[in-house]
């Protein structure tokens, strides 16, 4: 297991950066089309781009914010508990978490082939939608196996609890 961490520490670091990076082209492109609409020079396209870029963000970020526990939680009652029913409590959320992100996972791979079969574009740029969404669908595949292995993890914790 600890080699498959690794591996997937290293994965969701590129896939980081990439989101970092895509996070910045959005910002520039929004500064420069700004600067560009007040002398009547806009960029072409900066609203599907930067929704493009915006969908790669949140693919790319959501496994790095997953393992670093980046998110918003609410766990005001949760923390007046043991930890042992902290932790069951952790893996009963994490795995309904799981089963959400599985199925919404699959049916992102299904809707990206689906309009890559019937040639889905943009509206301005006329860009193959389905790459983003393939895309987005990787980052959500990549989330899972993040929401597994900190099962795996707490199920680990919680089996040391029951040793002592």
């Avoid at 609409?37 to 790095?64: C, D, H, M, N, W």
């Amino acid at each position: 297991m600890n080699t498959f961490s690794k591996m997937l520490d290293k994965f969701s670091g590129l896939l980081k950066i990439i989101g970092a990076t895509g996070l910045t082209i959005m910002m520039l492109l929004t500064v420069v089309d700004v600067v560009g609409r007040l002398f009547k020079q806009p960029i072409f396209g900066s609203v599907e781009l930067i929704g493009f870029l915006a969908t790669i963000v949140v693919a790319t970020a959501l496994p790095y914010t997953y393992k670093v526990d980046g998110h918003v939680g609410v766990e005001i009652l949760v923390r007046l508990l043991s930890k042992k029913t902290q932790l069951v409590i952790d893996i009963f959320t994490r795995t309904l978490s799981l089963g959400l992100f599985c199925l919404v996972t699959w049916q992102m791979f299904l809707y990206a082939k689906d309009i890559h079969e019937t040639g889905e574009v943009s509206m301005n740029l006329e860009f193959p939608i389905y790459y983003i969404v393939y895309l987005l669908a990787f980052g959500l595949l990549i989330f899972s196996v993040t929401i597994i292995e900190t099962i795996f993890k707490n199920i680990q914790q919680l089996k040391e609890l029951k040793t002592k």
